[in-house]
Structure formats: C-alpha cells, structure tokens
T-cell receptor
C-alpha cells in the first residue's frame, strides 16, 4: 500500500532556530500534501495544502512566513518552522494524496519541542 | 457551526461490545468519507473510506454514510482492547479535507 515517510520523528531545538520536517511518498506520486499540527488531546488542525510545483495554500491564522512549505517534487514536501518559539511545540503530521483523491496516507508525525 | 461535528467522548466500553462512532457535517459538497484510527503519539491510519451512501464492511468494521442526513457512522463489532484509540472522521471535497474532533475510545478487558 501507499507509504509516506516523515522525518524526523522527534526534534528538540532552541528558540530562534529553524527546523525542517520532510515528508516523502515512497511508492506513489503525491500531487497534494497536507500539513497538520496537533496539540495534546486535540484533533488535527490543517495548516496548509500544497500541490506539486505551486505555492501552498495556508489556512486562516497560519503564518506563511513562519511555516514555509515546499513541494518541489511529486515525492517530497517539506515544512520549515522558522525562528521557532516554545509555543510552536506540537505534533506535526503530513498526509499525501495522489490521483486517487480519497487515498490519503499520513506520515508518522514529528514531535517538535522548542526550548 | 463547525463543518464536521464529532463527539469527543471519552467513550468506554467492555470488551466484546459493539461500538458506534458518529459524525455529522454541514457541507453537502463533501464527496469522500473516511475513518482514521490514531494511537497515542502516532500518525492517523486509514481504516475505511467510502464515497456513496450505504454501508461498507471490512472485518469487524462497518462504515455507514447517509448523505441525505449528512451523517456518517463507524461500527466496531466484538471490540477488543487493542481498538482503544482515537477515531477521527474525515471528509474530502476536491483538495479540501476536514476532520472531526476525534472520539477517544477505551475498550476494557
């Protein structure tokens, strides 16, 4: 079945630094990638939607200059949290879909802790 | 009103019980409906998806969609302790994917 690899699975960084999270579709071409964040005991919150080769569409309230999304190829999308702050600490998850629109597959998630 | 409503629970049932999880939605444009299971500190995994009204069965799981009522359900038969997780409903319209709040389920031995 479809596999999405997300790295790193966890990361600790200092305030003010940037962190890049990668999401790769291993055996299919991901024309669409979704990026979510999830706070403890809460549901997924969509941050942005990206289509290969075009700019990401950000949800209201999500700072596009802070959360940089790149979807340069059909198998790779990255989320960079710039100038991270402790309030950015969260669980970030990507999901990828191909031409089969309901076949979205999630990555395993990245737990970010900013100290 | 949220686009997708799901009772967050928590829901606790004894082993072997039938579990019913439900979501309602307001946007009639949603075309595909999915149920995900999420264990603590893990990414969600797809359990079932469907795109038409009616029932779809897979082992102990049955997904039900009623587009006229904008209501979807997931039934778990013969529930097991390993079914303890958070269950998320999700709906898709083109590239717009929305989730319910998730229902935390505990199945007690």
């Amino acid at each position: 079945g479809a596999v999405v690899s997300q790295h790193p699975s966890w990361v600790i960084c200092k305030s003010g630094t940037s962190v890049k999270i990668e999401c790769r579709s291993l055996d299919f071409q991901a024309t669409t990638m979704f990026w979510y964040r999830q706070f403890p005991k809460q549901s997924l919150m969509l941050m942005a939607t990206s289509n290969e080769g075009s700019k990401a569409t950000y949800e209201q309230g999500v700072e596009k200059d802070k959360f940089l999304i790149n979807h340069a190829s059909l198998t790779l999308s990255t989320l960079t949290v710039t100038s991270a702050h402790p309030e950015d600490s969260s669980f970030y998850i990507c999901s990828a879909g191909g031409t089969d629109r309901y076949g979205y597959t999630f990555g395993s998630g990245t737990r970010l802790t900013v100290v | 009103q949220k686009e997708v409503e799901q009772d967050p629970g928590p829901l606790s049932v004894p082993e072997g019980a039938i579990v019913s999880l439900n979501c309602t939605y307001s946007n009639s444009a949603f075309q595909y409906f999915m149920w995900y299971r999420q264990y603590s500190r893990k990414g969600p995994e797809l359990l079932m998806y469907t795109y038409s009204s009616g029932n779809k069965e897979d082992g102990r799981f049955t997904a039900q969609v009623d587009k006229s009522s904008k209501y979807i359900s997931l039934f778990i038969r013969d529930s097991q302790p390993s079914d303890s997780a958070t269950y998320l409903c999700a709906m898709v319209n083109n590239n717009d994917m929305r989730f319910g709040a998730g229902t935390r389920l505990t199945v007690k031995p």
